[in-house]
């Protein structure tokens, strides 16, 4: 025992398998506790780097599949404007046709009145010419 004390106060010590060491017993079971401890954490601190890891890369994905809706969707936009302003276009087109051919039949029906008159002298003409004899 005196012997202990005398090792002790020199710094040394017996550990449970009779071997002599530098720590004191209960310095060395709190270091291996420790050591154990630090793995833990640093095994929870992969785990937690992993996780965030997923999370980053899974906030990536949904962000380009917003992208990509996003460009749809402004595709589509763009498509029924141009739509709109192709029905415009062509609404202007048959309402210039219409005012046209309106024209047209106007110059028609004045024509035909022309001949219906050139048609009704002509008439009264032969009608004439034929009383004559």
Do not use: W
Request: glycine letters at 4%; hydrophobic letters at 45%; one cysteine or more.
């Amino acid at each position: 025992e005196m012997a202990q004390a005398a090792l002790g106060a020199a710094g040394l010590h017996f550990d449970e398998l009779n071997k002599l060491r530098v720590l004191d017993p209960e310095a060395a079971q709190q270091t291996a506790r420790l050591r154990e401890e630090c793995g833990a954490f640093l095994d929870r601190i992969v785990e937690f780097q992993k996780i965030v890891g997923s999370l980053i890369e899974l906030v990536d994905q949904l962000a380009k599949a917003a992208e990509t809706e996003k460009m749809k969707a402004i595709g589509a936009r763009n498509l029924l404007k141009s739509i709109a302003k192709q029905r415009e276009a062509q609404e202007q087109q048959l309402q210039a046709l219409i005012a046209e051919k309106k024209m047209q039949l106007e110059r028609y029906r004045i024509e035909y009145e022309t001949l219906c008159k050139i048609e009704a002298d002509q008439n009264e003409f032969i009608d004439q010419f034929i009383f004559q004899k």
